[in-house]
């Protein structure tokens, strides 16, 4: 677990730098989420074919497209209740940037804590694993039907 937590701790520096204005299309969060999936296949040493989702659960770790939005997330939280005017009037004016990701998550207010921003961001992940489990589920019984 200590491996994990220095490459957690510098996955974050390195791919969170600037994340949270810079818009990734979906190439870059794939090769982002491979990037940290075989990280986590090299740590755990377990079959390249599996799913990770079951580790990133385990060890309390959100995959990296979670952990962008809830970064962005913050930072608009930061910018929108800042001491400078200008800074907190041009955030109101461009709101609408971070409303789609939190509604994604199912965070209607900004004005929560960090806390909850977390929890919703995890819950979410969470409800993601266990929608994709049910659909390889289905799948795999359809394919012996």
């Excluded at 090769?31 to 659960?57: A, H, M």
């Excluded at 929108?80 to 199912?106: F, P, Q, R």
């Excluded at 961001?121 to 019984?141: E, G, I, N, P, Y």
């Amino acid at each position: 677990m200590a491996t994990l937590r220095l490459i957690k701790t510098y996955r974050v520096l390195s791919i969170l730098y600037r994340g949270e204005i810079k818009n990734l299309d979906q190439s870059e969060y794939r090769r982002l989420n491979v990037i940290w999936n075989n990280t986590l296949c090299r740590i755990f040493d377990c079959c390249w074919r599996e799913y990770v989702s079951s580790l990133l659960i385990h060890s309390c770790t959100l995959p990296t497209l979670h952990l962008i939005d809830q970064c962005k997330i913050l930072f608009w939280k930061k910018v929108l209740i800042s001491d400078n005017i200008a800074v907190c009037t041009l955030a109101e004016i461009n709101k609408h940037v971070i409303g789609s990701i939190m509604s994604k998550y199912g965070i209607r207010s900004i004005n929560i804590g960090k806390n909850a921003i977390t929890q919703h961001v995890w819950v979410q992940f969470v409800v993601d694993v266990l929608l994709m489990v049910k659909l390889h589920s289905a799948r795999f019984l359809l394919y012996f039907l």
